[in-house]
């Protein structure tokens, strides 16, 4: 059995971890630590116990490497919709500011037109007053001419008359004169107060656009945060399921791999065993012969000590010559 050295110490800088922390990203550094944890040690001795419990260790202590970055990266992309949206905020009322900078001229400038027509319009008013002034002035100055000559040609009645009717055309033409100059005042404040409203409206409508584009914009970051949360949270899920699905996979074929090796020492055994018996069996048999073999020497020698006037050297020493098939057409069956 070979041991591989200690793993990696494994390190993510943070300019790596948008392209590491994406499905699959960390795939490399998981095949880096299966490669280095890819050895089965002897679960009989101390020493491979120890290292597998050494192996186990340096896997945690390479996934807290992995995962502390990751956690790091993942809690900045939450933090990040919170700037977007204070920047977007910033940019919104900055922008504002300068188009109303940028506009105040336009606005200040129709603001004096506008007056500038309001009293354009009362001073034609005016003049188109006075006009009619001058025209009735003319028209009484030739009625009163003609009233006086009439009158110098009348009696005192007629002058009366003519005194009468000349007091009534100034009543007359004075309170002409007073409506046309109400009715021009009437008119300035009027459209005073419709150039007054129209910039009211306009404010208004500038207002109700800011505040719907503060809204979308509001509503766009939130929408963005949330999405942004929902795919980190997917992210984790996916990352958690498939590391949990890493270390069953990695406890089958740790699991697998102790059942093989256990497999081959059981088979190793049976071996020994078996070969153990085969030479024990064949010792037996050995010795079962030669306890055989020596039983019927000792029945042909007691044979010949019998039978003949053999000594019982002579008769060993016959055994001997016939069981090395010294002696013809004779033979010893076992």
Known sequence: MTETTDLAVLEIKPEQAPALYVPNGLEAYLEQIRQQVNEVPDLSTAKGRARVASLAAQVSRSKVAIEKPGRDYLKRLKELPKDVEAELRRWVTECDTLRDEVRRPLTEWEAEQERIAAEKAAEDERLRIEAEQQAAAEALKKQIESDHEMALLLNDK???????AKAEAERQRAAHEEEIRRQAAEQARIEAEQAAQRERDAAAKREADLKAAKEKAESDAKAAQERAEREATEAQERAERQAQEAREKADREKHAAIEAEQ????????????????IADEAAARAANEKHRKAIGTEIVTALLGHTSLTREQAIEVLVALKDNKIPHTGITY
Not at 158 to 164: G, M, N, P, T, V
Not at 263 to 278: D, F, Q, T
């Open 158 to 164: 007629f002058d009366r008359d003519a005194a009468e």
């Open 263 to 278: 497999r081959k020492a059981r088979e190793a055994e049976s071996a020994r065993l078996a070969e153990e018996k085969r």
